[in-house]
């Protein structure tokens, strides 16, 4: 389990370097919430929004995840855990304002960034209304 990476895996870095080139600034591996416990892969706080890019796997992909051989019981309970938990979080970011944008490893770093972008400067052009 310590071989796992929780951050800066390749496809959070492919995106992060796309977001950047198109002037976007940003928190890496950031609490949106002060109370919560979890981490987003991209934080934007002035516009409330949290992006996660998550690993076929480890969160249960519906086109890729294949249970495992070995030790099947715990692994595949440790994944329904990571999916509850992805719910939980979403509910309770977009109960605080949040935009939660989740993300699968397996799609293209291009179309992910391109989406950020967009969310971001129509919720920072919002803002900027007021």
């Known amino acids: 389990m310590q071989a796992i990476r929780s951050r800066d895996t390749k496809p959070e870095q492919l995106i992060r ?3 950047h ?5 940003y928190r890496v ?4 919430l002060p109370g919560l416990r979890r981490t987003a892969d991209l ?7 949290a992006v996660f890019i998550d690993g076929c796997y480890w969160h249960g ?6 249970p495992p051989r ?7 309970e440790k994944v329904a855990r990571n999916m509850a938990r992805d719910r939980d ?28 972008a967009v969310a971001v400067l129509a919720r920072r ?6």
């Open 29 to 32: 591996a950031a609490k949106p």
């Open 43 to 49: 934080v934007f706080r002035p516009v409330k929004v």
């Open 70 to 76: 070995t030790n099947s019981g715990y692994w595949s």
């Open 89 to 116: 979080t979403d509910e309770r970011l977009s109960e605080a304002g949040w935009l939660v944008l989740r993300f699968w490893e397996h799609e293209p770093s291009d179309l992910c960034a391109d989406k950020i």
């Open 125 to 130: 052009a919002r803002l900027n209304e007021f």
């Open 17 to 19: 370097r796309l977001v």
């Open 61 to 66: 992909c519906p086109e890729h995840y294949v």
């Open 21 to 25: 080139a198109q002037g976007l600034r």
